[in-house]
């Protein structure tokens, strides 16, 4: 999968999208990046460790997984921006992050569409 076209493509869903990038198992961020222009609010170092928050945060919501599923996506609003957290194949997460006043239902929707029908394209 073309992890870095990918989250281009869903930062281009809406000019409120300040983020969007995926994420290993050890908080890296391998693919995507912030919107141009715009100036990131964490140093390196407090995006990877958000980034490790956000992995364990998912491995707590998977824990009921086989009860009620698994999860599609998590959110937190902070006072400053919205954060989305999607896992993705091969133990790595999708995060995307908003200004507060982002229309998010709307965002998420659309970028969990664009991520199935990038994996049909390669599955095809």
């Known amino acids: 999968m073309d992890y870095d076209k990918l989250c281009t493509a869903i930062r281009e869903l809406d000019p409120k999208v300040r983020f969007v990038g995926v994420c290993n198992e050890t908080g ?3 693919y995507g990046g912030l919107r141009e222009g715009l100036t990131t609010l ?5 995006t990877k ?3 490790l928050l956000a992995i364990e945060r998912w491995k707590l919501h ?11 996506y998590s959110m937190e ?7 989305f ?3 993705m ?3 790595h997460l999708m995060l995307i992050s908003t200004e507060v006043d982002a229309d998010h239902s709307r965002i998420i929707e659309s970028a969990i569409r664009l991520i199935i029908s990038y994996y049909v394209k390669d599955y095809l």
């Open 49 to 51: 460790r958000s980034n």
């Open 62 to 72: 998977n824990a009921l997984a086989p009860k009620i599923g698994k999860v599609r």
């Open 89 to 91: 194949e091969d133990n």
């Open 85 to 87: 957290t999607i896992g």
């Open 28 to 30: 890296e961020i391998k």
């Open 42 to 46: 964490l140093s390196a170092d407090e």
């Open 77 to 83: 609003e902070y006072e400053m921006i919205k954060q």
